[in-house]
């Protein structure tokens, strides 16, 4: 089983500027994956990135990168130069060897131009 | 290509209906994937498809809630007897086989009255 805790209710940043959701997890498997999915109002999730657990480097998506901390159990996004478009709702996601995706409660994120 | 579609957009029911809804997976995905939104949470899943099979049946809420998959392509979850607790946003996803990777449609929005 997996549980995933995104503490961040609310964000805001400001356009241009860069900004961190952070999530951290906990599982008991030795190999799983970890993803952000972006929310906008339209309400279609979107994969925005995905990070597996046997890798060291952090996964990156043009401005979207990850801080992979596996001991600590920490996978947080960071944003850079922030766009208007960027505004959604961010659910962190675990999935484990039953391929089901377990995801925290989410962060709404805001960009102020 | 298309991604997975879902229908209806919008489902408004009285208490006690019986409602389906639709689940259109993107060609070739084997996995289908139903979980459930409600206002401001995270997703909650319900159910997992590998082919027409369901392995996972653990997140279906009462015995009120079947779903089912035919031609390992399109699925129907339906919910009988609603009641007002069941308003929720439902969302279907799907994935290449042994991957963990998820694409998500855009969901039905079930109100209940």
């Known amino acids: 089983a997996q549980t995933v805790t995104q503490s961040q209710p609310e964000m805001s940043v400001q356009e241009a500027e860069t900004v961190t959701l952070s999530c951290t997890y906990d599982?008991?498997?030795?190999?799983?994956?970890l993803f952000w999915y972006k929310q906008p109002p339209s309400r279609q999730m979107i994969l925005v990135i995905r990070?597996?657990?046997?890798?060291?480097q952090n996964a990156t998506e043009n401005r979207f990168s990850v801080n992979f901390q596996k001991a600590a159990k920490s996978f947080s996004l960071k944003i850079s130069d922030s766009q208007l478009g960027d505004t959604a709702m961010y659910f962190c996601?675990?999935?484990?060897?039953?391929?089901?995706?377990?995801f925290g409660k989410g962060t709404l994120l805001t960009v102020n131009p | 290509g298309a991604g997975v579609s879902q229908s209806p957009s919008n489902k408004v029911t009285e208490k006690g209906k019986d409602v389906e809804l639709r689940c259109d997976p993107i060609?070739?995905?084997?996995?289908l994937y139903w979980y459930r939104q409600s206002l401001g949470q995270g997703l909650e899943f319900l159910i997992y498809?590998?082919?027409?099979?369901?392995?996972?049946k653990s997140g279906l809420p009462s015995d009120r809630f079947s779903a089912e998959r035919t031609g390992g392509s399109v699925s129907t979850l339906t919910i009988q007897r609603t009641q007002q607790e069941d308003s929720a946003v439902y969302l279907c996803?799907?994935?290449?086989?042994?991957?963990?990777?998820?694409?998500f449609g855009p969901g039905t929005r079930l109100t209940v009255t």
């Open positions: 996803a799907s994935s290449l086989e042994f991957r963990y990777e998820q694409y």
């Open positions: 599982t008991s498997e030795n190999n799983y994956y």
């Open positions: 990070q597996e657990a046997y890798k060291q």
């Open positions: 996601a675990c999935g484990g060897s039953n391929y089901k995706l377990t």
């Open positions: 060609s070739g995905h084997t996995a």
């Open positions: 498809f590998q082919g027409n099979s369901a392995p996972d």
